[in-house]
């Protein structure tokens, strides 16, 4: 995987319509306006006109009249709708599709050749799995680039989502790992968050102070490895003092298998994806 996030290509012009802006497409969105995107390009459209109207606003973008609308003059195409819409919806858009548009699927488990099929021929066509911790900037993107997406047109989606965390370019088979490694990750690390933080509270702490002592250690924990470049195990040793608390806490957790656990929902979470990939 390679993370070529350049944001230096000036977006300002760019045209982006956003069909389907729920959970995901949302933060999406969110992110491309962090990027430059200019709220006046970014055309939102959900299943009906007060939810268009709800998240456009939400983004401070522009709420399009009807999914044509959005498209007609968009350089990049956001499918944000359930994986068993989205080939409906690209066959449905197959005569609005302006020339040169990049089609950019959100979907778990529809292929670049499914949605390739359902576009005219021809068409640049993408897959991006990102996780909703894009939303603050601190999220990870995986892009699939179809044969039709043009240099240009992959330097963009890299500039687009420039401000969602990381963004790596990642193979279609590789997409079932990243969705066990970022995908879906970041839901067992919220799982693993609660769990800490109610166990901070049975042993006496209030709920607030508890949440903010956790929260604050997992990410410094997680900022020191990235900036250090530390193997965890290295930074485990370091604060494992012989029979100390931390050793004592450390055994625990082995005898308890978090370790399986944790290795079990990765698992669990790749071989959904694969397993909802039929093409
Ligand atoms: N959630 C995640 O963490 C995650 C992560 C990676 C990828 N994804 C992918 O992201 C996609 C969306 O998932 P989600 O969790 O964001 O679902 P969601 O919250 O249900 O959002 C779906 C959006 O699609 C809109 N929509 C439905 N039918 C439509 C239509 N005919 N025309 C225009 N808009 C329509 C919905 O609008 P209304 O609200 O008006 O119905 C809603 O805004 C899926 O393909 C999923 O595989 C999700």
Avoid: C, W
């Avoid at 709420?63 to 003059?73: G, I, K, L, N, T």
């Avoid at 709708?81 to 449905?92: F, G, H």
């Avoid at 769990?195 to 006496?204: F, Q, W």
């Amino acid at each position: 995987m390679t993370d070529t996030s350049t944001g230096t290509i000036d977006l300002s012009a760019v045209r982006i319509a956003l069909i389907g802006a729920g959970n995901m497409g949302g933060p999406v969105g969110r992110t491309m306006l962090d990027a430059g995107v200019r709220p006046e390009n970014l055309q939102v459209v959900n299943s009906s006109p007060e939810s268009s109207e709800r998240a456009a606003s939400e983004l401070g973008a522009i709420a399009a009249a009807s999914r044509a609308e959005a498209v007609r003059d968009a350089d990049v195409v956001v499918l944000g709708v359930k994986p068993y819409q989205i080939l409906d919806l690209a066959a449905e858009l197959r005569d609005d599709l302006p020339e040169g548009a990049v089609v950019l699927s959100l979907a778990a488990g529809i292929t670049l050749a499914q949605l390739e099929e359902a576009l005219p021929p021809g068409t640049a066509a993408a897959r991006a799995m990102p996780n909703t911790p894009i939303s603050v900037g601190e999220g990870a993107v995986g892009l699939m680039r179809g044969d039709a997406v043009a240099d240009a047109q992959h330097e963009l989606l890299h500039a687009l989502f420039s401000r969602a965390g990381v963004a790596v370019d990642i193979t279609e088979e590789q997409v079932h790992a990243f969705i066990g490694a970022a995908g879906s990750l970041s839901a067992f690390v919220f799982a693993i968050i609660e769990a800490m933080t109610d166990e901070a509270v049975r042993l006496g702490l209030k709920r607030d102070l508890a949440a903010a002592l956790v929260q604050q250690t997992v990410r410094g924990a997680a900022t020191m490895l990235a900036e250090s470049g530390m193997h965890p195990a290295v930074a485990k040793n370091g604060v494992s003092s012989p029979g100390g608390t931390t050793v004592q806490g450390l055994a625990a957790l082995e005898r308890e298998g978090v370790r399986s656990g944790v290795a079990a929902a990765m698992a669990a979470a790749a071989d959904a994806s694969r397993a909802m990939t039929k093409g």
